[in-house]
């Protein structure tokens, strides 16, 4: 199902979903192997700094983050939760001038559990990921005017941080960006309160009591009341007003790629999405998304590629009735998508050949460039063919 390279970067951010059922042969499905034991001693020695791109656009980024809870369901992993808990770090352009304490890419006990997928367990490393620059200062003003809202959801088992580097990127211009943590399903969620959640869920999907599906609808719910609480008429964050909540989109990677079609399929506030490398679990029914624009973003192989092995892809392209690309990466493994480039680079762990600051900047580019185009009106040439500047970039016309 998986090559190698993406086995070990898995083990690295702990577990990934496997495709749907319909997607591979019976006996290609199966739980993603461990990484290899020569990768477990990765961080031996002191580690230097680890270092994300800057954000590219003309503000400066405010970071916040909220603890939500949803009382009115219980959590679908951990029934005897007290509701469904969301840890979401929101992203947004800072007022001129404003100040504030710079923000940490992760809290260390997250950073620590995320690396213990591939043995790294030296404080020193733990601390350079947490400590990385996050190119945010908590808790500033906002820039002035109305923003539209993007909603980032992770990678299953992978801890939202991993989507930090596009976060800032589309905070840099212009957008409020809500990345979620959603309950029990990665390798560690950090609560205020000290509580640390585990993935209580990759038990359950690896020992067949779920179905990727039943991630997407839970997701899917999060991302409603996630709306409901930064749109609606009692905010849970202090700068809400500056929300368009008449201009919403959604991107994922992996399981969160497919939930971005599951959210819009449920909330028609959602006027745009992006499948960062995902298999699709939910079908589409006949009316399509309404004539709502999609983007599918994915490696350039044999897993998506048209005709390719992860086949919900090609059942999912034609009922897209909207705007909608179709656009592969060469040299892309799956976790390209994600800031994991930047941390695999540093502890020498395998990854697809496009060097790591390529791999953040052709996803910047073109998730950017869609919202762009469909959350602002802005056409965006990028979006319309090939381009010579980025020639690793295919349009696929299935």
Same mark, same amino acid.
């Given at each position: ?92 352009? &800072?007022? @001129? %001038? ?7 890419? +992760?809290? $260390? *006990?997250? !950073?620590? /559990?995320?690396?213990? =997928? ?52 589309? &905070?840099? @211009? %212009? ?7 959603? +309950?029990? $399903? *990665?390798? !560690?969620? /950090?609560?205020?309160? =000290? ?64 939930? +971005? ?138």
């Amino acid at each position: 199902m998986i090559t190698f390279t993406r086995a070990a970067v898995t083990a690295l951010l702990a577990c990934a979903v496997a495709l749907p059922d319909t997607a591979l042969p019976a006996q290609a499905a199966g739980p993603v192997a461990s990484a290899p034991a020569a990768l477990r001693t990765a961080a031996n020695a002191s580690v230097p700094a680890l270092e994300l791109p800057a954000p590219t656009g003309r503000f400066a980024v405010g970071s916040s983050v909220l603890h939500l809870v949803d009382r009115s369901r219980p959590d679908p992993w951990v029934p005897a939760a007290d509701g469904r808990e969301l840890m979401v770090t929101l992203h947004y352009p &800072a007022a @001129r %001038g404003a100040q504030g304490p710079p923000a940490p890419y +992760a809290h $260390e *006990a997250v !950073a620590r /559990a995320a690396l213990a =997928g591939v043995g790294v367990t030296d404080p020193a490393a733990v601390k350079a990921v947490a400590g990385m620059d996050a190119h945010s200062r908590l808790d500033v003003r906002p820039a002035p005017g109305r923003h539209p809202l993007v909603v980032l959801s992770p990678g299953f088992g992978v801890p939202r941080f991993t989507l930090t580097s596009l976060a800032t990127e589309l &905070a840099s @211009r %212009g957008y409020a960006v809500a990345s979620v943590d959603h +309950a029990y $399903e *990665a390798s !560690a969620i /950090a609560l205020p309160d =000290g509580r640390l959640l585990g993935c209580v869920a990759c038990t359950a999907l690896e020992e067949g009591r779920i179905k990727g599906s039943d991630v997407t609808a839970a997701r899917a719910a999060d991302v409603r009341f996630l709306l409901d609480r930064l749109t609606g008429p009692h905010p849970a964050w202090a700068y809400a007003r500056s929300i368009d909540r008449g201009r919403i989109g959604m991107a994922g990677h992996s399981i969160g790629g497919a939930a +971005a079609l599951s959210t819009m399929l449920a909330d028609r506030r959602v006027d745009a999405g992006v499948n960062m490398d995902g298999a699709f679990w939910d079908g589409l029914p006949a009316g399509g998304l309404g004539g709502r624009p999609f983007l599918m973003l994915g490696t350039d192989d044999e897993m998506h590629r048209p005709g390719g092995v992860d086949r919900s892809w090609d059942a999912t392209w034609p009922g897209l009735d909207g705007w909608k690309r179709w656009l592969t990466v060469t040299g892309a493994d799956h976790f390209t998508f994600s800031d994991a480039p930047v941390i695999q680079a540093h502890f020498g762990l395998p990854a697809g050949p496009i060097p790591a600051g390529r791999a953040l900047a052709v996803t910047r580019a073109y998730v950017t460039a869609f919202f762009d185009q469909q959350l602002r009106g802005r056409p965006q040439p990028l979006l319309a063919g090939p381009s010579p500047l980025n020639p690793e970039v295919h349009f696929q016309q299935p």
